[in-house]
């Protein structure tokens, strides 16, 4: 057998780098043989006295995960005992030993082959993933049955690759995280139980690597990489060596990171800003705060209005406006009122098709035009304004007049909640993004009307190259290292400021490695992206200065192309990055 | 035995976390209880049956109860479906 180095392509389920030996991990034998008895009422006291017991190490398994990992985790074991205690399953199967004196061992795995054979059959990844729960709950009662309990903990050999064809939850978690340096399936997918609990345990993991099943013996050397989805077998010693030092840094990297919670967002010479956090659902706010993030600079609000069938009540929005506002106790929650239209579709407001939708009647321009939208949406942001620092932001404006229209949109809610004596926010902040060219060269005029400006780079790009990100031709063209775009950012942060008011950024720029010092230097005063990002820019704001030579920025747009302001970032404005894993 | 047309409404329908609530919910009722759709029947009890039901966003489903408690079951239900309304989905 050829030991020569073999990349394999595969897909990844938990991130890392893993570098050990193959184990062979061994899946019981379960074909069960089918067996009559005479006495078929004993057996389904057995059957049920498995259950109980099954039940019980069930429990068992479910404390230890809550303990080892955390809560989220451990409810997989709460849908283990779902199942076992599912009263279509035992009724079946009772049933089949009743009907066909048959033993409990095989009426158990009989009914179980049923359920799993029908949640494999439909195309949907969730169910595949829950038919792996069935097996381990089959395997669970007939080793049960069999008088054995949990799976023996197999001595494992030190940094052991796992190689199994299907990882069972309870497997998993009663991994010895110290021995095992990384596990590769066969099957499986992501969003399987064993992928979640791998991810939680911190254990590199990887599915589907067919290709390694044929070809790996005891021993054998193999790296697994996770996160790129790959594992190699045989690897040379300099790749080896290559993959230990990835491995070292990374780790080096998530201790670095996570030592940054509860840490300010200062640069090294004094500047503080706020690193907030974009988020879509209420579901997002865990990840907020276990980020440690300054507040929410994006609240998207669209998902209270798409996909159903007639708009969001007022009171229903101001429940979701007010729980994140608690949420966050105290951090600045900056909500944007409905951004959709376009490619965005409303279904119950019966819109006429636009040929050419991101130029069309969207965002401030639809709300505008719906009051019976957007005053409902309004009455809610000033009522949950009183829940903790609530901010209101529009989106896609362009000019001073939208601002005094929505305005006085604001002031008729005002004017009606006082009137019906409900209580709200009096002078909740309003403020807008910045979008467009347009609005990029009327700031002066929009700075003296609005609170505060948030710069919108994902759509001021597309706008202002006039290039669609999403369409596969022009997407090159898309880039926010263009002098032109750079400058647009500069010139709104200078109005803000000229006005006196704060200016942020929720676009992708803003979690950028290399323009995160640019624009600190520039003035910006808060960064909004994905929660994911966040203790990252502040590792880089931490270690950037702010204050720079006047003419740095000068130099940097007078470059002629987005390629050469890169490399000027990299050259004149660094930080130090290199603990970091690098973003294209 | 009182029944109560919805349409369900939220993103991940009755599949995750959903259906375990509303598996647990519905089986501290004594009622018997069914989920409906066309012409299939779900008990309502059985994560097993519900899941492989399938029941996604936008199907319209009927709850039927039948037992000394069956009011309190439907009522009970209906507010959880809705609550997942407004839980769930992102963009």
Redesign the interface.
């Known amino acids: 057998m050829s030991k020569k180095e073999r990349y394999i392509n595969a897909v990844g389920m938990s991130p890392g780098i893993g570098v050990g030996t193959a184990y062979l991990f061994r899946q019981e034998e379960q074909t069960v043989q089918r067996r009559t008895v005479r006495d078929a009422d004993s057996e389904i006291v057995r059957f049920y006295e498995a259950v109980q017991q099954a039940s019980r190490d069930i429990e068992a398994l479910y404390e230890q995960t809550k303990q080892r990992i955390g809560a989220d985790e451990a ?1 997989i074991f ?2 283990h005992r ?2 076992l ?5 035992s009724s079946a199967i009772e049933g089949r030993i009743l009907e066909e004196s048959v033993s409990a061992e095989y009426a158990v795995q009989s009914t179980a082959d049923q ?1 799993i054979a ?2 494999e059959r ?1 195309e ?1 990844d ?2 595949k993933a ?1 038919a792996a729960d ?1 097996r381990d709950i089959a395997a669970r009662l007939l080793r049960t049955l069999s008088g054995r309990g949990e799976r023996i903990s197999e001595a494992l050999p030190e940094r052991a690759i796992l190689l199994a064809e299907e990882l069972a939850p309870s497997d998993t978690v009663t991994l010895d995280r110290e021995r095992v340096a990384g596990i590769v399936t066969e099957r499986g997918g992501p969003t399987s139980h064993a992928a979640i609990l791998a991810k939680s345990l911190g254990i590199p993991a990887v599915t589907g690597a067919s290709e390694l099943f044929a070809n790996a013996r005891y021993g054998d050397e193999i790296i697994v990489d996770g996160s790129a989805g790959a594992v190699i077998l045989h690897p040379a010693p300099g790749t080896v060596a290559t993959y230990e030092d990835r491995r070292e840094r990374q780790h080096r990297t998530q201790r670095e990171l996570l030592s940054l919670k509860g840490q300010p967002s200062v640069s090294l010479d004094g500047c503080s800003v706020l690193l907030c956090a974009n988020i ?5 706010l865990d990840a907020v705060l276990e980020n440690d993030a300054d507040g929410v600079g994006l609240f ?1 609000t ?2 209270l209005f ?4 007639r708009p969001p009540t007022e009171a ?1 929005q101001f ?2 406006y007010r729980a994140a506002a608690e949420a966050l106790d105290g951090k600045p929650l900056i909500i944007r009122t409905l951004d959709a239209g376009g490619d965005k579709a409303l279904p119950y407001l019966d819109l006429p098709p636009e040929d050419n939708p991101f130029l069309g009647r969207r965002a401030i321009r639809l709300c505008l035009d719906h009051p019976d939208l957007f005053i409902p949406q309004l009455r809610a942001i000033l009522r949950a304004g009183l829940a903790g620092d609530v901010r209101l932001m529009l989106p896609l404006v362009n000019v001073v007049g939208e601002v005094h229209r929505a305005k006085e949109f604001i002031e008729q809610a005002k004017s009606d909640l006082r009137r019906e004596g409900i209580d709200f926010k009096e002078d909740l902040p309003v403020g807008i993004m910045i979008e467009t060219p347009a609005a990029v060269l009327h700031a002066d005029a929009l700075a003296k009307n609005v609170d505060f400006f948030s710069i919108g780079t994902n759509d001021l790009i597309q706008y202002t190259l006039a290039c669609d990100r999403g369409n596969a031709d022009t997407a090159e063209l898309y880039t926010p290292y263009h002098p032109a775009v750079l400058s647009l950012i500069r010139t709104t942060i200078a109005s803000a400021h000229r006005a006196g008011i704060h200016v942020g950024l929720c676009g992708e720029a803003a979690s950028d490695e290399r323009l995160i010092p640019a624009l600190l230097a520039m003035g910006l005063d808060s960064f909004s992206m994905n929660t994911s990002s966040i203790l990252k820019a502040r590792y880089i704001v931490r270690n950037s200065t702010c204050h720079r030579s006047d003419d740095l920025i000068d130099r940097m747009l007078a470059q002629p192309t987005a390629s050469a302001i890169q490399t000027f970032l990299n050259r004149h404005v660094p930080s130090n990055r290199d603990a970091t894993t690098s973003t294209p | 035995m009182i029944e109560k047309r919805m349409t369900l409404r939220n993103a991940s329908g009755l599949h995750a976390r959903p259906a375990s609530e509303f598996v647990k919910l519905a089986s501290t009722f004594a009622s018997d209880i069914r989920v409906l759709r066309g012409a299939d029947e779900w008990n309502a009890k059985s994560i097993l049956s519900l899941l492989s039901g399938g029941l996604s966003a936008g199907d319209d489903i009927v709850l039927r109860a039948d037992g000394d408690d069956e009011e309190q079951a439907i009522d009970a239900l209906v507010k959880l479906l809705i609550s997942f309304e407004e839980q769930d989905g992102s963009l």
């Open positions: 409810a709460e849908a779902m199942m205690d599912d009263p279509e399953f359920y029908l949640f439909i949907d969730y169910l829950r069935v879509g659902s209420l579901t997002d998207r669209e998902f798409m996909e159903r069938d229903e429940e979701v």
